[in-house]
């Protein structure tokens, strides 16, 4: 059975990482419930949260339909990193992350659902119905996830609209950017203090060695009390 997932899991962590690359149910999902069954079964062979990479033109709906549900009802964290493209029916899987992440540079589009129909007026009649229900249950999908009106979900689908990061993230698709481990590396637990008594004792310590010792103690009691007026 060809399968457009794999699993991974790091030894350090535990935490299992889902890839979702390429085509979604390119063989079939309609045809062979043991891929549905497969999918389901290792997605629950485990516990705990999970991380979803994904990289989909789309693909078949009701094989999205179906990953949704089970991340939707999985227990666990699910936090989605879109590195690529989800477009069309991927789209709707990033919907059940409960965080959306997607790299600068990745894009999401949604769009109207797409069949080939062959028959006489009645046939192209029941086709324009099945889809019309079709994109209702995406736009279910898309609501839940982002907050938008059904009329705008509609709209934006209407137009094949591509979104950007930081598109996505205003219309609510995606929740963040992914930031590469090198910028938080440099960036957790980062602060910086600037104290001026600090500053002002470490001059003065190295400067009293160096003036001249009067018996009154005048020059370092004159520098002292001009520094201490930095501090104010």
């Known amino acids: 059975m060809k399968k457009f997932w794999n699993w991974a899991r790091d030894e350090n962590t535990g935490v299992r990482t889902l890839y979702l690359d390429g085509v979604i149910a390119e063989d079939s999902w309609f045809d062979d419930d043991v891929t549905p069954k497969a999918f389901k079964a290792e997605l629950t062979a485990g516990e705990g949260d999970i991380v979803i990479w994904l990289n989909s033109p789309g693909g078949d709906c009701i094989a999205a339909s179906q990953i ?47 069949t080939v129909a062959i028959g006489d007026s009645e046939e192209m009649k029941k086709a324009i119905s099945m889809l019309s229900e079709v994109k209702e249950s995406i736009i279910n999908a898309y609501e839940i996830k982002t907050g938008q009106s059904r009329t705008k979900l509609s709209h934006l689908m209407d137009a094949e609209t591509w979104l950007n990061a930081k598109k996505a993230i205003e219309l609510g698709f995606a929740d963040g950017i992914l930031e590469g481990e090198k910028k938080r590396n440099q960036t957790e637990d980062f602060t910086y203090a600037f104290s001026r008594r600090a500053v002002t004792n470490s001059l003065l310590d190295k400067v009293k060695p160096k003036l001249p010792k009067e018996n009154t103690g005048t020059p370092i009691e004159s520098l002292e009390k001009r520094l201490s007026l930095i501090q104010h």
Not at 102 to 112: E, F, G, I, Y
């Open 68 to 114: 949704y549900a089970m991340l939707m009802d999985y227990k666990g964290t699910v936090t989605v990193k879109i590195d690529g493209i989800a477009a069309s029916a991927a789209s709707v899987i990033a919907m059940a992350g409960t965080t959306v992440l997607m790299a600068p540079t990745a894009l999401m589009m949604v769009h109207n659902p797409l």
